[in-house]
């Protein structure tokens, strides 16, 4: 969403002519994601979940997460919850409908052998079944029943991380922000400035 000082001001660049101002004009775009006060950057996606955790309990895992809300800051419409063990490359979508409520049991691990990592992230839809990027991940080591973790507890499991999601879909922004910086840099040097 451009404000009105935003507006105002390319209508300017594009009205005076030049060369000086048609090449601040076609580089603009640039500007409008770097600072400008009067620019407000609206992601139309849900906002990233929140919150999420995972409690093994003989042959299920309790997840619960914090309630997310769209890009207008209204409820989202619901969740889409992820598995995968250490030994896999990507993750599984539990869900076939969206999840509606803000706890998930999976009773899905009973294949996996104890002591194995588990990891689950979280997704949110909105309305227009648009998805937000995944949650940072719950980590859990499967525990069997009787065994006691890493913690000392016995037939559960404890988490062993919550934290820095550094997916590849959270650093797609990024990367195109420093593309577009770059492109910018290489323009101006074989321009001499």
Not at 8 to 25: D, M, P, R, V
Not at 88 to 109: F, M, P, V
Request: glycine residues 10%; neutral net charge; hydrophobic residues 45%.
């Amino acid at each position: 969403m451009l404000g009105p000082a935003v507006a105002a001001a390319k209508q300017t660049f594009l009205a005076n002519g030049g060369s000086a101002y048609e090449e601040i004009s076609n580089t603009f775009i640039m500007f409008l994601f770097f600072g400008d006060p009067a620019t407000t950057l609206k992601v139309p996606l849900p906002r990233r979940p929140a919150g999420l955790s995972a409690v093994q309990g003989g042959g299920t895992v309790a997840l619960a997460w914090a309630a997310a809300l769209d890009c207008d800051g209204h409820a989202v419409a619901g969740y889409n919850l992820y598995r995968r063990l250490s030994t896999e490359d990507s993750y599984t979508k539990l869900n076939t409908a969206l999840i509606n409520a803000l706890t998930y049991t999976d009773a899905g691990l009973s294949a996996a052998p104890v002591g194995a990592t588990c990891y689950y992230a979280l997704s949110a839809v909105d309305s227009s079944s648009d998805e937000s990027v995944k949650s940072a991940p719950a980590a859990l080591t499967i525990a069997g029943d009787g065994a006691t973790s890493g913690h000392g507890n016995r037939n559960g499991c404890f988490i062993s991380a919550v934290g820095l999601d550094l997916s590849p879909d959270l650093l797609k922004p990024f990367g195109v922000m420093a593309l577009l910086l770059s492109l910018v840099w290489v323009s101006r040097k074989r321009r001499g400035h």
